[in-house]
Nanobody, 125 residues
């Protein structure tokens, strides 16, 4: 079992940067792949990217490649989402999710076993 808690959301101007954190409980956190999703009002939850348990591999959706970066510090049981060059359309609730690591890198909502409650990111001037 693992419990997840997102933090770091807030209001940022277009073109700005923000770093979100996903703090996890559990002694086997390094065995879990962690993904990030976002959901804007009235829209489907959208996949952002995934990082493997070791942090050795990442996989991103095309919409955020070159702007968003996922990293992790397993000693701190934390995964990060660095967001740069933010746009108003990035406004959403951002969620992290965990899946016991497998050969396949999870990217679909139903593939993840554990979810945080989300943190709001608003990009506006």
């Amino acid at each position: 079992q693992v419990q997840l808690l997102e933090s770091g959301g807030g209001l940022v101007q277009p073109g700005g940067s923000l770093r979100l954190s996903c703090a996890a409980s559990g002694r086997t956190f390094n065995s879990y792949a962690v993904g990030w999703f976002r959901q804007a009002p009235g829209k489907e939850r959208e996949f952002i990217g995934t990082i493997t348990g070791s942090g050795g591999s990442t996989y991103y959706a095309d919409s955020v490649k070159g702007r968003f970066t996922i990293s992790r510090d397993n000693a701190k049981n934390t995964v990060y989402l660095q967001m740069n060059s933010l746009k108003p359309e990035d406004t959403a609730v951002y969620y992290c999710a965990a899946k016991s690591a497998t050969v396949r890198i999870p990217s679909r909502r139903y593939e993840f076993d554990y979810w945080g409650q989300g943190t709001q990111v608003t990009v506006s001037s």
